[in-house]
């Protein structure tokens, strides 16, 4: 595992030409405060060989005097440097340290785990690729606030992989219960949250117990060590390198026969002979030559520093951006962000702020403050205002347009960072959460053409509703996956039918299989996949048939739409309100472990959030009820409305 290689005593140039080919990896390791976070980066710099022998011979010494070992070596030294943080035993600024093994390369942040030092986690989680959450696994500690805030601004920051490590096991007896229990903590709080892929690894950074080889006593646990983990996790795919963007840093005009436009390429790659655009001014040209400290190169790509000249005379200048003729950011002034408040001083919507993007900065205010997360829940609230450490979701209104693109789309052009006028200190990061670009068709608030009319049919609602001795209606069964409402809703169907009623049932999974073939299970997928039922429910009902829907729908809103399209006089909606853990040992398709493996995304109770009805018609807990009972409780609710005497 050492970055040693025989090749540095015998051929240093191929040592360093293998050494410069190596894959980056930048990480971080965060948590709440004495989780353990300085003393695994120290564990990992020893066990990599990283240590010099004189700085190994001062860190005894400094153990002696400022550790909390008992007068061992302590490993937290190594990335505490500071005198405050020794004599207090904490991380208060972010510390970056490098190390490399066989295979990668690493860059290493230590974050503080302090409420009051969130933002600077928050710095040092900003341009990483994965994400260390450390978790004490004593009684007492566990899953704990700042844990939870720093997981959700790893979520919001778009870290793609998260590794939660449970660490000092060693002091509750390495037990396998207490690794389960912290993990479904964990688990049952992250359901609300987006993460790609996520890994529990338990661990002794002190100790060293599955650092760098797996600790015999935790034959329990059958994963990967943890540095096996970093060797090897898939980074290649994260980067985008679909949208070429280009901020220009600087104009560089060394002689009369040079003009060049420096900056670092965000996202994509640049070829010589690309056309390309710049913006806001919309002018094209072609690239002349791309230039390097080494010299001039054939193409460059994400994070790479370059210098572009162009084949024409173009007015560039510092803030501009270079393109894509087919593929450009939308260019806004409005636009909604997720926001991390850094200062000490509130935020006051309205107000004047400087907001910095890439290499410009426009003023702006926040319009409208839509609300703030509470970060035990993960829900969502009204707020006046955002404090130190709040989280809120707002609108953003510029004096100037900006070329941006969503965050999730591009972590780089979709980054913002907020500037108090008077003192210029940064005061929250914000990330852009949607863009005309990205954003899916909202069909639901499609107006139909003025040429179409809702045609009438020659049969009345009261004619049919004689014919069938009932009335019209739509009974939407939601909640999570594995929670039943599918068996309730072949019995209820079988149940009406049997006593004479008309009836038609539609299945989420059904409507994929024609209807919403084309759709995929993003929140807009999932949205539009409701939309078309709905339209089909309703159709069912003016024909006078009841109608049960069967779906996941996740999102409150998007019922509430559905509601609307089908009438609230018609629509009954039933909640299943079924634990998750339940929901899991139900599940018979194994998808809630492919949810967990990453192989399926935005999945309702695991990778995306759940939004429980405020108010259903009907709440069911069918785990503890048969399907029969089940059945009974909806037939008395259409009973008890009306719907069939």
Known sequence: MSHQSDLIATNIEEYLAQHEQKEMLRLLTCGSVDDGKSTLIGKLLLESKMVFEDHLAALHKDSAKHGTTGGELDPAL???????????????????????????????????????????????????????????????????????????????????????????????????????????????????????????????????????????????????????????????????????????????????????????????????????????????????????FDGEMAEAFASQAVTLTLEDEVDISRGDMIVRPGNVPPTLQRFDCMMVWMAETPLVPGKQYLIKQTSKTVSGCVSTLRYKIDINSLERGPAPTLALNEIGRCELELAEPLCIDSYRRNRATGALIVI?????????????????????????????????????????????????????????????????????????????????????????????????????????????????????ARLFNDAGLITIASFVSPSEAVRQKAREVIGADRFLEVYFDVPVEVCRQRDQSGMYARADNGEIPNFPGVSAQYDVPPAPDLTLRAHEMTVEQCVEGVVGLLRQRGVIR
């Not at 600077?120 to 004593?138: K, P, Q, W």
């Not at 943890?226 to 980074?235: A, G, K, Q, T």
């Not at 004689?466 to 039943?484: H, I």
């Not at 209820?492 to 008309?502: K, M, S």
């Open 78 to 292: 190594l990335s505490d440097g500071l005198e405050d943080e020794r004599q207090q035993g904490i991380t208060i600024d972010v510390a970056y340290r490098y190390f490399s093994t066989a295979k990668r390369k690493f860059i290493i942040a230590d974050t503080p785990g302090h409420q009051q030092y969130t933002r600077n986690m928050a710095t040092g989680a900003s341009n990483c690729d994965l994400a260390v959450i450390l978790i004490d696994a004593r009684p007492g500690h566990g899953v704990l606030e700042q844990t939870k805030r720093h997981s959700f601004i790893v979520s919001l920051l778009g870290i793609r992989h998260v590794v939660v490590a449970i660490n000092k096991m060693d002091l509750v007896g390495y037990s396998q219960d207490v690794f389960e229990k912290i993990r479904g903590d964990y688990l049952a709080f992250a359901a609300k949250m987006t993460t790609d892929d996520l890994s529990f690894i338990p661990i002794s950074a002190l100790k060293g117990d599955n650092i760098v080889a797996k600790s015999p006593r935790m034959a329990w646990y059958e994963g990967s060590t943890l540095m096996h983990h970093l060797e090897n996790v898939y980074i290649g795919s994260d980067r985008n390198l679909l949208d070429f963007r280009f901020p220009v840093q600087l104009v560089n005009r060394p002689h009369l026969d040079f003009r060049g436009f420096c900056g670092t390429v965000a996202s994509g790659i640049v070829r010589r002979g690309d056309e390309i655009m710049v913006l806001p001014s919309r002018k094209t040209s072609r690239v002349k030559s791309i230039v390097a």
């Open 420 to 536: 108090d006028r008077i003192t210029n200190a940064t005061v929250a990061a914000a990330m852009v959460l949607d863009t005309a670009a990205d954003r899916p068709r909202d069909h639901w608030a499609d107006a139909p053409a003025v040429s179409q009319e809702v045609r009438s049919s020659q049969v009345t609602a009261a004619e049919r509703s004689a014919r069938f001795g009932q009335k019209p209606a739509t009974v939407l069964l939601t909640g999570l996956t594995g929670s039943g409402k599918r068996g309730v809703a072949l019995a209820l169907e079988r149940r009406l039918f049997e006593e004479g009623r008309t009836v038609a049932m539609l299945d989420g999974q059904n409507m994929r299989l024609g209807i919403s073939r084309d759709l995929g299970f993003t929140a807009e997928e999932r949205s539009e996949n409701l939309r078309r039922a709905a339209e089909v």
